[in-house]
C-alpha cells in the first residue's frame, strides 16, 4: 500500500526557509503527480504547488514565485523549499498523490489526491 511521509516542518522566524520533504513508498511512485497543501488553523485545506509526473508545475497563485517544488524520482520523494517564510505561512503542510496516474497537468482540487500524508507543522514567528 503507497504511503506518504512529509518531514522538514519546524519553527523558523519570518524571512527564513524550511525545506519539505515528501517520501512515498510503493514502485509506482514516478507515475502520479504530487502536490503539497496547507491548512492554517481555522482554514480550510488550500493548495500551494504541485509537480505532475512528467515534471510539469502549477502553482496556486498567491504562491507564484514564492515556493519551488522538484522531485526525485529515483528516490520517491518531492521537495519543497520554503524561503522567505512570512507568519501567514504559519499551517500544517500536507503532500499528496493524484488518483490518476499521467495526468498531465497538476490537479488544484483536493478530490483529485487519494492518498495523503499525515502532515508537518510550518510555524513562522514575526
Known amino acids: 500500500q503507497v504511503q506518504l511521509v512529509e518531514s522538514g516542518g519546524g519553527l523558523v522566524q519570518a524571512g527564513g526557509s524550511l525545506t519539505l520533504t515528501c517520501t512515498g513508498t510503493g514502485q509506482t511512485f514516478s507515475s502520479y503527480g504530487i502536490s503539497w497543501f496547507r491548512q492554517a488553523p481555522g482554514q480550510e485545506r488550500e493548495f500551494v504547488v504541485g509537480?505532475?509526473?512528467?515534471?510539469?508545475?502549477i502553482a496556486a497563485n498567491s504562491m507564484k514565485g514564492r515556493f519551488r517544488i522538484w522531485r526525485d524520482n529515483t528516490k520517491s520523494m518531492v521537495f519543497l523549499p520554503l524561503d522567505s517564510l512570512k507568519p501567514e505561512d504559519t499551517a500544517v503542510y500536507y503532500c499528496?498523490?493524484?488518483?490518476?496516474?499521467?495526468?498531465?497537468?497538476?490537479?488544484?482540487?483536493?478530490?483529485?489526491?487519494?492518498?495523503w500524508g499525515q502532515g508537518t507543522q510550518v510555524t513562522v514567528s514575526p
Open positions: 499528496a498523490q493524484d488518483r490518476i496516474p499521467w495526468r498531465d497537468v497538476p490537479s488544484i482540487g483536493l478530490d483529485d489526491y487519494d492518498i
Open positions: 509537480i505532475s509526473w512528467s515534471d510539469r508545475i
